[in-house]
């Protein structure tokens, strides 16, 4: 969970990893170096995972939930038993106090590795990580790290998103589609991935608009119905979103609208309205780094994966979506895939009629997750 970086700051930890600024394209590699430290292994029957959620897997769908699929699926790939896995739940990320009770219960109860999974752990997980050297931290979403047992993990969801939108394009028939955001245009996250969702419609429908409803919180299941509501009213009549329940989607199927997820499938939420979802598989990443933990190799290198590692796609797509639309969808992905397709290249304009990105450059992964402020041209704040 994201609010807005200082750009200084976000920049030149961005720039740490393996990423480019403005001008070039972005590397593929995943993670970032750092120096290495030697540790040692810790034996299967020995090893404990523990992992903070802001939410509760138990909902079904969303964002704790997709992380505790990963989390599953990392127990089920390295055959660890269910009591080697201690999950806190419900930690609210604006708490300190919460979050700083809930991880060293983690390391109480022996955990070696601890996943962060919100942004707001993360000046509590870096300070954890200082007072704990033997523990490894692993934090979602953020920025900070240190190169020895505390790291951050993201990826390249935005590609997903592009995605998702060219279902949404074809399938509006107003051609005005409403996204409820959890966060304003500070927030470059949720500001990239709105953009990136607003490219995708204009791929296929240069004459929708994407009207933008700010909720200024990431998890209320009231806010946010009541945003898609907001949107509904005013003729959209394809609710996309950048929240963690799925309030947005039930908003819009219970006015006979369409709309497009996120984080998990959530078909079975809404399954008159749901085109599909940009989704994660966070299992790729906490397989990964939970063998290396285990193996003693973990580097504490910042990860950021994409389409390419796994670890972000869409859902299926439903039969609601508009004929074609697999199609389009295909031909886009793989370019994505081929790198023929970089998401945000060339000449692009935002809703201001700024150029913001010229002929011939390549914004950054580092300007697209940490500096990010400005809308596309097809988008409007509402």
């Not at 299967?44 to 699929?69: C, M, N, R, W």
């Not at 991935?193 to 004459?207: C, K, L, Q, R, T």
């Amino acid at each position: 969970m994201k609010k807005k970086l200082l750009s200084l700051i976000l920049t030149a930890v961005m720039a740490a990893s393996v990423l480019t600024a403005c001008g070039t394209a972005d590397s593929k590699d995943s993670s970032t170096a750092t120096e290495s430290t030697e540790k040692e292994a810790i034996a299967l029957e020995d090893f404990k995972v523990g992992v903070i959620h802001i939410g509760d897997p138990a909902d079904g769908s969303g964002y704790s939930f997709t992380h505790d699929q990963g989390i599953v699926e990392m127990q089920e790939e390295l055959g660890l038993e269910d009591s080697q896995v201690i999950r806190k739940n419900n930690i609210a990320d604006g708490d300190a106090v919460a979050t700083r009770t809930a991880i060293e219960e983690c390391i109480e109860e022996g955990c070696q590795l601890i996943f962060g999974t919100s942004w707001g752990y993360m000046d509590t997980m870096e300070e954890l990580a200082e007072e704990y050297p033997e523990v490894m931290f692993s934090h979602a979403t953020g920025y900070k790290s240190n190169g020895t047992n505390f790291n951050n993990y993201f990826g390249r969801i935005y590609q997903a998103r592009f995605l998702s939108g060219i279902a949404a394009g074809m399938k509006t028939e107003t051609d005005k589609i409403g996204y409820v955001a959890a966060m304003d245009n500070q927030n470059s996250e949720v500001t990239g991935g709105i953009n990136a969702f607003a490219m995708g419609v204009e791929s296929v429908n240069p004459d929708a608009v994407i009207y933008v409803k700010v909720t200024n919180t990431w998890f209320d299941p009231t806010l946010e119905g009541q945003a898609a509501e907001a949107l509904l009213d005013m003729g959209c009549d394809v609710i996309a979103q950048h929240q963690d329940t799925t309030a947005p989607q039930l908003a819009a199927q219970n006015r006979g609208a369409w709309s497009c997820g996120y984080n998990s499938d959530m078909t079975k939420d809404a399954p008159k309205a749901h085109l599909t979802a940009p989704i994660w598989n966070w299992g790729v990443y906490y397989t990964l780094t939970a063998k290396a933990v285990m193996e003693g190799t973990w580097d504490a290198a910042n990860y950021y994966g994409g389409m390419d590692d796994g670890l972000v796609d869409i859902s299926p797509l439903s039969e609601n979506c508009a004929e074609g639309t697999a199609e389009k969808i295909e031909e886009a992905r793989a370019k994505i895939l081929d790198g023929s397709l970089k998401i945000f290249e060339g000449s692009l304009f935002d809703n201001e009629g700024n150029e913001v990105c010229k002929e011939g450059e390549t914004i950054s992964d580092a300007d697209i997750t940490g500096n990010m402020t400005w809308y596309y041209k097809n988008v409007e704040v509402k």
